[in-house]
């Protein structure tokens, strides 16, 4: 083996840069394998070097022999302490470290290495180094270790040192990767909303996220995992209901979106959605693991939804029944009037009289129908609230028992609503009287106001709602409360749990119908044996003074031989109200339908008054029959009638202007006062 004074010419003169300090401080340089073919130049490996020698020739020598091993080196010589940590970079492939020197050794030399936090493999080179010394320099983290005389296998050292030090950059970076997935794991695992679990086949929890604690009713998961004995009887406490949890992951391994109630550790049940599957581990042992998403609050408002839906479908039946019903009544309740005339027995007179409470009865019902299925149309202004409860609240003392405790809180700065007086005060009547019924034996009955605020989260938890100010209507009472099983049912028109004949049914659907036609929303809170609170929403107006109640208007006056156009395709609607004009001094054509209308308006077109049109007929309705007469005479008196309350064709009526428009059924005098009215011949109250 050649020795450090041999090779001294030759590094010389091979090296393209080298410095030498004269004080004996670091030396660099670089050195390419010869061009003579002893290496070719697809075999150069390039290596960045940093030797702590204080002997420069056995560092040339260290060069020189890396040269011929086929590496291209860029090195630097130290032999002090301060030297090195100057060149010690994380770039170097390798450091070549003599074990003793006059001013630094080795092990200080690996020391500092291992602080700087640098991988890079140091292997010890000595001229002699005892077995002991070689170990405790390995066991400290040294690469390797050579001794001076027998350097030949250095090239094969450093390039395993090299490689062992890759493969350790890489399982760290493997590590660190893992340890950063199992983190982000164990943050996705800790701060889920949905619960997540493990358990055996048994049902015995060996894992539980927070969300799944606290959905099962349990402070922390290690309190869950130590009490809940089998987690799919948990999650289905119904019998029925868990066997076929069971069968499903029996048969398919995996169940998705299966619906439950889950039974918490309070006794509560939740609606939740359960996702799991049946896990097979490499050695065949099975688990369970799943996720649970509570649905409480979207059960909530799906039964909500749908429960408006059957409200709407009602509503929308209600209406066509109630325009069938008050073609029939309105007959019923004009003939009566028209009996008393000729009838002189005592007897008949009551009969009659019972005819007509009856059918007055029959109307208020139909009223109601048409109020819950779309609202009734009707003049809205400002009212305050505070007074209507007031006098509602006197009637409800001289008439309720007295055992029943009546309170109030009325605040004077309520804010006033828009809307129908009427209507409101039968909401407030309505509600007073089911919590008087609640109340057999006696009670507290609560009614009061209040101003609210409505936020977004109210508003998207209560269909029908919007943002805003409202005036809250409460009414309370301590009575039997309702059942769960009925609280969806209770705006059903004629559903009632009250005996046969103690009701119809009708009260609270009213209270639906109008509170939603004035943009309101209810709230119920209900519970069985400790009472019921109802909380009507009304939007708030601009405070405003309400007037005092208007006169009411004369019974209808006489015709004076004014010529009248009636058209209306039921037979018995026509009979009875063209009897009852022609007795009150108004003379009646006929017609059946829109087309029939205008055959014999161009027939009378020159004496006819006034033209009666029921709006819902075949043929041509009723919106077209005026349409078309007002081309002809745009300045013809008409009435409209209607049996179906609000509907597009009265909407359209409106948009025609100057018609004024009668609900069916009506008696005699409201529509002699409305012909009068159109004649000029009584005021309309406010100039109207």
């Known amino acids: ?74 090195w630097t010589q130290v032999d002090r302490e301060e030297d090195f940590l100057r060149h010690l970079q994380p770039d170097l492939d390798v450091i070549l470290c003599d074990c003793q020197m006059p001013e630094f050794d080795g092990m200080q030399a690996l020391k500092l290495v291992q602080e700087s936090g640098f991988s890079i493999p140091l292997i010890i080179v000595s001229g002699s180094i005892g077995e002991e010394t070689a170990v405790a320099a390995i066991r400290a983290g040294a690469a390797d270790y050579l001794l001076k005389d027998r350097l030949a296998r250095m090239g094969q050292a450093i390039e395993h040192a ?37 358990a055996v086949p048994e049902g015995r929890l060996l894992a539980a996220n927070p969300a799944m604690a606290r959905i099962l009713g349990f402070a922390t998961p290690a309190e869950a995992i130590g009490c809940v004995d089998d987690i799919l009887e948990q999650l289905c406490p119904e019998p029925a209901r868990c066997g076929e949890l069971r069968q499903l992951l029996a048969e398919h391994h995996l169940v998705a979106g299966f619906e439950t109630q889950v039974l918490r550790r309070d006794g509560a049940r939740i609606w939740a959605t359960v996702n799991c599957r049946v896990v097979r581990s490499a050695d065949g042992a099975t688990h369970f693991e799943g996720t649970v998403e509570e649905t409480t609050e979207r ?29 029939i009544l309105l007959p019923i309740l004009m003939t009566p009037g028209l009996l008393r005339v000729t009838l002189k027995d005592e007897e008949s007179i009551k009969m009659v009289d019972a005819i007509e409470i009856s059918a007055r009865r029959g109307a208020d019902i139909v009223r109601q129908l048409l109020t819950f299925g779309r609202g009734t149309d009707s003049a809205r202004i400002p009212v305050q609230l505070r007074g209507l409860v007031q006098e509602m609240l006197n009637i409800v003392r001289e008439t309720f028992p007295k055992n029943i405790t009546i309170r109030c809180s009325l605040p004077t700065d309520v804010w006033s609503v828009r809307g129908d007086p009427t209507q409101l005060h039968q909401v407030m009547m309505n509600l007073c009287v089911n919590a008087r019924d609640a109340m057999a034996d006696g009670g507290d009955l609560l009614v009061a106001l209040e101003n609210r605020e409505v936020d977004a989260e109210l508003a998207r938890r209560s269909p029908g709602a919007h943002p805003g100010r409202y005036v809250v209507l409460r009414v309370s009472d301590s009575g039997t409360g309702i059942a769960p099983e009925h609280l969806d049912k209770i705006y059903d028109p004629f559903f009632t749990t009250k005996e046969v004949g103690q009701g119809t049914g009708l009260g609270l659907s009213s209270v639906l119908g109008i509170v939603n036609s004035h943009g309101g929303f209810i709230q119920i809170d209900s519970t069985l044996g400790q009472g019921t609170q109802f909380r009507i929403f009304l939007p708030a107006s601009l405070p405003a003074e309400i007037g005092e109640a208007g006169v009411a208007a004369p019974e209808g006056p006489r015709g004076q031989g004014e010529l009248v156009l009636l058209v209306d395709d039921e037979r018995a609607v026509r009979y009875a109200t063209r009897t009852m004009l022609e007795r009150n001094g108004y003379r ?87 012909l009068a009215r159109l004649l000029g011949r009584v005021p309309t109250p406010g100039g109207k």
């Open 1 to 74: 083996m050649e020795t450090a004074e041999s090779c001294a010419d030759s590094v010389a003169q091979r090296a393209r840069r080298a410095e030498l300090d004269p004080a004996g401080g670091p030396r660099s340089g670089r050195l390419e394998p010869p061009s003579n073919g002893e290496a070719t130049p697809s075999a150069l490996k390039p290596l960045r070097l940093l030797i702590v020698e204080d002997s420069p020739h056995d560092a040339e020598l260290i060069v020189r022999l890396l040269v011929r091993a086929g590496y291209t080196c860029d």
């Open 162 to 198: 090299i490689e062992q030090n890759r493969l350790r950059l890489e399982r760290r970076a493997m590590t660190e990767a893992l340890g950063q997935a199992e983190s982000r794991y164990r943050g996705i695992f800790e701060n889920a909303v949905e619960g997540i679990f493990q």
């Open 299 to 327: 059960k909530k408002l799906e039964e909500q939804l749908f429960r408006a839906q059957r409200l709407e479908s009602v509503g929308r039946l209600a209406s066509g029944i109630a325009h069938d019903l008050n073609n």
């Open 588 to 674: 009646v054509v006929e017609a059946r339908d829109g087309v029939d209308g205008l055959a014999r308006f161009a027939e009378v077109r020159d004496d006819v008054r006034l033209v009666v049109v029921d709006l819902l007929m075949p043929r041509l309705d009723g919106v077209g029959l005026i349409r078309q007469l007002r081309k002809q005479v745009p300045a013809l008196a008409i009435l409209a009638t209607t049996g179906v309350g609000r509907s597009p064709k009265v909407e359209e009526v409106k948009q025609l202007g100057n018609v004024p428009i009668l609900e069916k059924p009506f008696v005699a005098e409201t529509m002699l006062d409305a």
